[in-house]
């Protein structure tokens, strides 16, 4: 039997329990994948040790099939490929596309101007790092224009050059940075469209443009609204968004489903609900905003 040509999946950081914001982005690209016939894989994008919250990971799994979800395979762990990350970082090295930077944040602030992410590196170690000096990270070198259309928010384009500069890929604390580590796993579990909230839309082009150095195949992209509170603040752990609850696992599914354009009928049930999303899912239904309130 051949593999599923469409393999979608769901990657949260677990840094605390699933709240309705990650089950909006659980909820859309699990339709996505299950009503093409595809796979379903879940990742846990733990790379950053200091904002993983102990037995985080294990809970949002617990949420997960208390919601009805079923992935397919086993659950990667980005804390666990560390080699695939060196690996992805040295090929880069050889072909001269990053550069060793010795500046620290405050250095940066002072001297460079504000892009769409933070401040735009003002390029002062890519021709020469200064004399006496360390490498605290290391860049990659940036140039051009990215332009993608997104299933869901249209035609985007980005100047990485000038919007966002010469990024980081590897931190000063020994840490492999998101952009580079998502790229390899995307790449690695064959995943062929990437459905995620739209608070990760600006890192798409870094991460296309990582692609294309690297040479890996370019994925499709959709990207969700954003739940949002009363204050038009992301739904986090740092907004203290509420943890979804297993005894109204039923009625957040139903709530995912409405915040992302779908009304289902009053079925009761996870497994009613599915039965009737899955059946009824249109991804162009989903209204194209890039934030709603929950």
Not at 52 to 62: R, T
Not at 104 to 119: H, V
Not at 135 to 145: I, K, L, Q, S, Y
Not at 158 to 185: M, N, P
Request: aromatic share 8%; proline share 6%; glycine share 8%.
């Amino acid at each position: 039997m051949n593999p599923p040509t469409y393999r979608g999946r769901f990657a949260p950081s677990p840094t605390g329990p699933l709240h309705f914001g990650s089950l909006v982005a659980a909820v859309g690209s699990y339709l996505e994948a299950r009503s093409r016939g595809g796979a379903w894989l879940v990742r846990m994008e733990d790379l950053d040790k200091p904002r993983v919250a102990p037995g985080a990971a294990n809970d949002i799994l617990q949420m997960l099939e208390a919601c009805g979800m079923e992935w397919d395979g086993a659950v990667v762990r980005q804390s666990r490929r560390i080699e695939a990350y060196h690996n992805a970082l040295h090929a880069l090295r050889l072909r001269g596309a990053l550069y060793p930077c010795a500046c620290s944040r405050r250095e940066i602030a002072d001297s460079a101007i504000a892009g769409i992410e933070g401040y735009v590196y003002p390029r002062t170690c890519r021709t020469d790092m200064p004399l006496g000096r360390r490498a605290r990270a290391w860049r990659v070198r940036t140039h051009g224009v990215v332009e993608f259309d997104d299933a869901i928010q249209g035609r985007m384009t980005q100047d990485v050059e000038s919007e966002i500069g010469d990024f980081v890929l590897y931190r000063a604390d020994g840490t492999y940075a998101y952009q580079l580590a998502v790229v390899v796993d995307d790449a690695e579990q064959g995943i062929t469209p990437v459905v995620r909230g739209a608070d990760l839309l600006e890192s798409t082009p870094r991460q296309i443009y990582l692609q294309t150095l690297l040479g890996l195949p370019e994925v499709r992209y959709a990207h969700l609204p954003v739940a949002v509170n009363a204050r038009g603040e992301k739904l986090s752990k740092q907004t203290f968004a509420k943890a979804i609850a297993r005894e109204s696992a039923a009625e957040s599914l139903a709530d995912a489903l409405r915040f992302l354009g779908h009304a289902p009928p009053a079925l009761g049930d996870v497994r009613a609900i599915w039965g009737w999303a899955i059946e009824n899912w249109r991804i162009q239904r989903v209204p194209r905003v890039r934030t709603a309130h929950a």
